[in-house]
């Protein structure tokens, strides 16, 4: 692999280390090329604006401040398949695609400003979850676990998202 070593830069003696496949230049010049590579291995920070940071601060176990939806999906004829699995697989080839649902939020230091979203790899055995239904269900009991469901809050140390697939329809 196409593995390097970054060099730290430290206030007190300049460089710690090398940088192995720059060519030989000059100190000032390795620590501009060296700052820039360390930026760029940084996780992306983007400070929550201060409504969205309200819905966050009001939220109480009595008053849940996220959004829920219901959608039914009737599987294909013939339909085979493990379609938690395929659910799962699904999400994980287009995660990349949906920045969104790869971050989480962090507090400030000693809370003196709103958080912050950083880049988090979510575990979608977490994020998408099966729940299965009693034989003979219709959409009253469905409707009925749904309205169990919502009102736990989400777990702010992950990406704010989850799904739950309900089978036994």
Known sequence: TNS????????DRGLTGAVE?????????????????????RPAMKQLPGLDAS???????QMPMHV????????PAGYRG????????HMAERLVLAPALRQKLVKMPL??????????????????????????????????????LHPVLLDRSRPLWKFHVFTGL
């Open 21 to 41: 496949g720059f060519p030989s230049t000059s100190p000032a010049a390795r620590r501009t090329s060296i700052v820039a590579i360390s930026h760029e291995r």
């Open 4 to 11: 390097r070593r970054y060099a730290e830069p430290r206030a």
């Open 111 to 148: 809370n003196l400003s709103n958080p912050v979203w950083v880049d988090d790899e979510p575990d979608l055995e977490q994020h998408i979850v099966g729940i299965k239904l009693k034989k003979g269900s219709g959409q009253a009991e469905l409707e009925a676990q749904v309205g169990k």
């Open 68 to 75: 829920g939806a219901l959608h039914n999906f009737e599987l």
């Open 82 to 89: 493990d379609f938690l699995a395929d659910m799962r697989a």
């Open 55 to 61: 819905f966050l601060h009001l939220e109480t176990p």
